[in-house]
Structure formats: structure tokens, C-alpha cells
């Protein structure tokens, strides 16, 4: 029987999170090691079948609620296909993406079945990059309430991104990096709601908005800064933008004290830069490494308590 499968990475966020739904600038990486695929089967009984064993989901299409993320991105795409009723389809998700951790699980998803569904309808249209990210946007309003666009966008062009929100587009630049970035992505094992923290960060930007619209524009600045540097291969500076960009998401309150301790001991074990990444209180850190040191570092943040410490390369074009 006639099938369809896609996949998505997760992704990290290199500089500008949190200040990135307030219009700055920001930059997002795909994780290529990490990902979610989703496999769409032609059935025999009516309905469509969702199994997603690794989000403990298995259910009628009929029996998802509107807060379901995958039943509400088999809905869209449905919308967009302009179809009256599906055919009978047994939907699979698999992710080896952790859950909660700042690493666009949700995303990732979501994009892998958009993708996977819009083609195994004969709608390429559908499954082509933007459309992928903009109907992923649609479903991580779920997870997020006001999510920036970075992280549907990075998981559906599956390239380094520099990404400004803005009305009525959002400026959209993939990169290439100029030379080799590894980077240790450190898991403090400490899941973490994106949707409780950013909206966390908005109630403190409304009692001191002077005070946040600063460490919004300093984070701004940052990464425009790490754009060229990356571009350049310049690592030893774009490692000082991250730990630079750490102390101003300390100052926001997101960070904590398992983020920082891993981002001590990489930075003590000769990592060029560490800082939490995602929306932060738990979740993932990020250190940028020589490859000569990437194995000293590597054990470094497994000895601070680091759940996993996964290498990953950006590669030049
Ligand atoms: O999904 P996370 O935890 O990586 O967070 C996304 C990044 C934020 O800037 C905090 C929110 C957003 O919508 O951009």
C-alpha cells in the first residue's frame, strides 16, 4: 500500500531568544542528529489513525480535540488541500527529539507531518518549505500562545537561519556558516513549558518595559553581531556574543542554576561560549568548541550533571 514519509530536525537557538518575539533579531540552527518523521499509509477502514507512540498518542483523527498538535496539523492540511474528508490513512510520528527541552520537538513534528500528509495528497505546493513553516506556525500556537516564527521556520528550511518577526512578512535569511561551529547541546534534564516562561518574560517586559526593551535591543545587537561572525568563521568571537547573550538572558530570569553550572564547566573545560538556549529555567544549553576540546568539554558537562551532551556541526556550504 501506497506510503509517504518525511522527517524534520530539531533545532537549537544560537542567539536572540525571547528577545525575538519583540521584533529582534535572532539566529537558529537545525539539529540534524535529532529528529521526527512522520509516515502517512494508505488504509482500509475509514478514518484516519494517528499512532505517535513517543508523545503517548493513538487515536481517531475524530477524537482529537483543537489543542491536539497533530490532529490540528492534519486539519490544516486538510484546509489548505480544500478536501471535504480525508481518505482512509493510518498516520505514524516517531521523535527522538526530547519533549519540553527548548529543542522545537514540537515543531519538528508537526512539520514532518505537514509534509508527509501534503504530499502523500499529491499537493507538493503544500510541502514546499514555506507553506511547510507557515501551516507549522499555525500549530505551535498550541504549544507557544504568541510563538516568534524562528522555530517552524528553522525546522522547515533545515538551514541556519537569521530571522527578524515583522509584520506582515518576517524577514527570513538562511546562512552558511564560514567555517565548521561544533557546538555540545547539554540537556539539564529539567523539562520546561515555553509557553509559561515566555509568558513569564512578557509580564516583566510590562511592569519595567525601559528595563527589557533594553536587554531586548542588547540581544538584538548581539546577534547581528554573530551573524558576521559566523559568516567570517571568526569562532573565538561569536563564542564571547553566546556568553555575552547568557548574562542578558540571566538578567531576563530564564536562566537557572543547572543551566548555569553546565555553562561554568563548559566554559572551564575551554569551550569559546556557552548560554542556555530555548526559553530557558531548564531544558538545553549550548557550547560552541574547538574540535580539540569537544571531548574535554563533553565530559565536563556530563560530570556537572549534564543528562547528555550531543555533538552537532554547522557545516559551510
Ligand atoms: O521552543 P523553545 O523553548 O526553543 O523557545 C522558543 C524561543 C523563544 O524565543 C523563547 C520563543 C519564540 O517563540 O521565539
Known amino acids: 500500500m501506497a506510503a509517504t514519509e518525511c522527517s524534520a530536525p530539531g533545532k537549537i537557538i544560537l542567539f536572540g531568544e525571547h528577545a525575538v518575539v519583540y521584533g529582534q533579531p535572532a539566529i537558529a540552527a537545525p539539529l540534524a542528529g535529532l529528529r521526527a518523521w512522520a509516515r502517512v499509509s494508505d488504509a482500509t477502514q475509514p478514518g484516519v489513525f494517528i499512532a505517535a507512540p513517543d508523545l503517548g498518542e493513538e487515536q481517531w483523527l475524530s477524537d482529537g480535540g483543537e489543542d491536539d498538535a497533530l490532529a490540528r496539523a492534519i486539519r490544516l492540511v486538510q484546509r489548505a488541500a480544500g478536501l471535504a474528508a480525508l481518505p482512509p490513512l493510518h498516520i505514524h510520528v516517531r521523535s527522538d527529539i526530547p519533549i519540553a527541552g527548548g529543542l522545537g520537538s514540537g515543531a519538528a513534528t508537526a512539520a514532518a507531518l ?88 512578557r509580564r516583566q517586559w510590562q511592569e519595567l518595559p525601559a528595563r527589557f526593551e533594553a536587554l531586548f535591543a542588547a540581544c538584538g545587537q548581539i546577534a ?94
Open 224 to 317: 547581528r553581531e554573530a551573524r558576521d561572525a559566523l559568516q567570517a568563521g571568526d569562532l573565538p568571537r561569536a563564542g564571547a556574543l553566546m556568553d555575552q547573550n547568557h548574562r542578558l538572558l540571566q538578567q531576563m530570569t530564564v536562566s537557572n542554576s543547572r543551566l548555569d553550572a553546565l555553562a561554568q564547566a563548559a566554559l572551564a573545560a575551554g569551550a569559546l561560549g556557552a548560554k542556555l538556549s530555548g526559553a530557558g529555567r531548564g531544558g538545553n544549553m549550548i557550547a560552541l568548541v574547538q574540535p580539540a576540546q569537544q571531548q574535554r568539554v563533553q565530559e565536563a558537562l556530563l560530570a556537572a550533571g549534564a543528562r547528555r551532551a550531543l555533538p552537532t556541526q554547522l557545516s559551510p556550504a
Open 114 to 201: 505537514i509534509r508527509a500528509l501534503a504530499l502523500h495528497l499529491q499537493r507538493p505546493d503544500l510541502a514546499r518549505d514555506e507553506s511547510v513553516a507557515a501551516l507549522t506556525y499555525d500549530v505551535e500556537k498550541i504549544h507557544h500562545g504568541t510563538p516568534s516564527g524562528i522555530d517552524n521556520t528553522v525546522v522547515a528550511l533545515e538551514k541556519p537561519v537569521y530571522f527578524v518577526r515583522g509584520e506582515p512578512h518576517n524577514r527570513i535569511e538562511p546562512f552558511t556558516v564560514g567555517r565548521p561551529v561544533t557546538l555540545l547541546v547539554a540537556d539539564t534534564g529539567q523539562r520546561s513549558s515555553t509557553r509559561l516562561v515566555v509568558g513569564d518574560v
